[in-house]
């Protein structure tokens, strides 16, 4: 977790990224953070609720080939309506932080390309790790749940120190996202996202 929230530190001060660059790693990793999660969840729910079974009469192979196109669809969706907020925080850092021809100068630079990959490769193989296919509906709802709400205090930190972007806002950001995942309560508190926990969730928390 510090490794990954160090990344845009040492793009600024390495590798001489500009802050709207460090800004946009720090974001693409939230956003295929939640993706990954939507698309790890909708996966336990394919193997192993009995609603997402391959109708009994339909060949085995054309099932399957609609049961995950049915899947890519519904994860697209609510990967559209759930990350509303990161959605908000491009359309902010957009109008505001990031230059005419920045989108082009993007693919031009190789260490933020590998940077891009790995934080992706990360975040899918923490999602897996996770287990959500070996979890009861009532695990999975209150997991699914605590990320989110995750999810919520990151992109209020990201929008916060957003405001004040600058090379020397890097650090802070970083500091502030380690913050989140460290005190996941206390962060959530202090930006009254603890409201959106279900109960039993209040109590997973090291802080």
Same mark, same amino acid.
């Given at each position: ?6 990344? /845009? ?45 391959? /109708?009994? $009469?339909? /060949? !085995? ?27 908000? %925080? ?9 230059? !005419? ?5 993007? !693919? $031009? ?43 919520? %205090? ?29 005190? /996941? ?13 279900? !109960? ?8």
């Amino acid at each position: 977790m510090l490794a990954r929230n160090a990344i /845009p530190v040492i793009g600024v001060y390495a590798l001489d990224w500009s802050p709207a660059v460090a800004v946009f790693e720090i974001w693409f990793d939230g956003v295929t953070a939640l993706a990954a999660m939507i698309a790890l969840h909708l996966r336990a729910f394919a193997l192993t609720d009995p609603v997402a079974k391959v /109708p009994e $009469g339909i /060949p !085995p192979e054309i099932g399957r080939r609609v049961q995950w196109g049915l899947m890519f669809t519904v994860w697209l969706l609510l990967l559209g309506l759930l990350a509303i907020p990161y959605w908000f %925080a491009l359309f902010f850092f957009s109008a505001g932080l990031f230059r !005419p021809g920045f989108w082009a100068a993007l !693919p $031009g630079d190789p260490w933020l390309m590998l940077a891009l990959l790995y934080v992706l490769a990360s975040n899918v193989a923490e999602e897996f790790r996770r287990g959500y296919d070996k979890m009861s509906a009532a695990q999975a709802r209150l997991e699914f749940n605590w990320d989110f709400s995750m999810h919520l %205090a990151r992109i209020g930190a990201i929008l916060l120190v957003g405001f004040f972007a600058g090379r020397f806002m890097i650090i802070p950001l970083a500091l502030a996202l380690s913050y989140v995942e460290i005190y /996941p309560m206390r962060s959530l508190r202090l930006m009254g996202g603890d409201a959106t926990l279900e !109960p039993g969730n209040e109590r997973r928390s090291r802080d």
